[in-house]
C-alpha cells in the first residue's frame, strides 16, 4: 500500500482541484451545447458530461506521470518483459503498483470510443494506448522524477485501455446524433412526382406531333 501512495499519491489533490471545475463546466456546455445543437435536454446533458469527464481523466493522467516520486532525480530503465511482474509477486513486491498501471488508461479508453466514431475498434483503442503508454514512458525517463521506465507498464497500460474499450462497446453508439427521419409528405412528393412526369411524357408528345404533322384533308 505504501508503494501505491508514493506513485499515485498526488492523485487525490489533484482531482480535488479539479472536480470543482469539472461540475462548473458541465452545466455550462449543456446549456451552449443546448442552444447551438438544438438538441434535447438529456443529450446534451450525456455529451457534455461526456466531454468534460475525458478532458478531466486526461488532465488527472498527464499530472500523475508527469508529478516525481519522493525526492529522487533520478529514473530507471528496465526494458526486460515480466521483470516488475516478477518482483510484484515476489516477496515485498507490490501488486497496487500493477493495477495501477492496469487502470491509469483504462477510464479514458472506456469513454473515448462514445464521442469518437474512428475509435470504434479495439485493435484502435490498443495501439493508442500503446502509443500513449511509450511516449509517457520515454517522457518519465527524459524529466527524471524518480520512477521505473518499464516495459511492463506499456503492456499493462494496454491491457487496460483494451479492457476498458470492451466493457463499453455495446454502448458505443448511444450518445451518436440520431439520424432525422423523412417527414411522410416529403417522401410521397419525392418517391410520387418522378412517377407522375414520366407519365404526362406521352400526352404532350402526341399534342405536339399532332402539330407538327397535321392531317392531309
Known sequence: ????????????????????????????????RRRRAGVSLARAS????ADVLIVTLAAL?????????GDSHSSTLDLMPGAD??????DGGSLWQVLGNLFLLLPLAA????????????????????????????????????RVTSTDDVLLNTLGAVLGAAATRPG?????????AIPEQLRRTVCVAPIQLHSSRPASSARYAGLSHPEQP
Open 85 to 90: 511482474l516478477a518482483e510484484a509477486y515476489a
Open 111 to 146: 469513454l473515448v470510443p462514445l464521442r469518437v466514431p474512428r475509435l470504434r475498434s479495439a485493435g484502435r483503442i490498443a495501439l493508442l494506448a500503446l502509443v500513449l503508454s511509450v511516449l509517457v514512458e520515454a517522457t518519465q525517463f527524459v524529466l527524471h522524477n524518480g
Open 1 to 32: 500500500m505504501g508503494a501505491l501512495l508514493r506513485a499515485f499519491w498526488g492523485i487525490i489533490p489533484a482531482t480535488a482541484i479539479a472536480l470543482p471545475y469539472a461540475m462548473l463546466c458541465w452545466p455550462l456546455l449543456t446549456v451552449r
Open 172 to 180: 458505443w453508439r448511444r450518445l451518436d446524433q440520431p439520424v432525422p
Open 46 to 49: 450525456a455529451t457534455a458530461g
Open 61 to 69: 493522467v498527464l499530472i500523475l506521470v508527469t508529478m516525481p516520486v
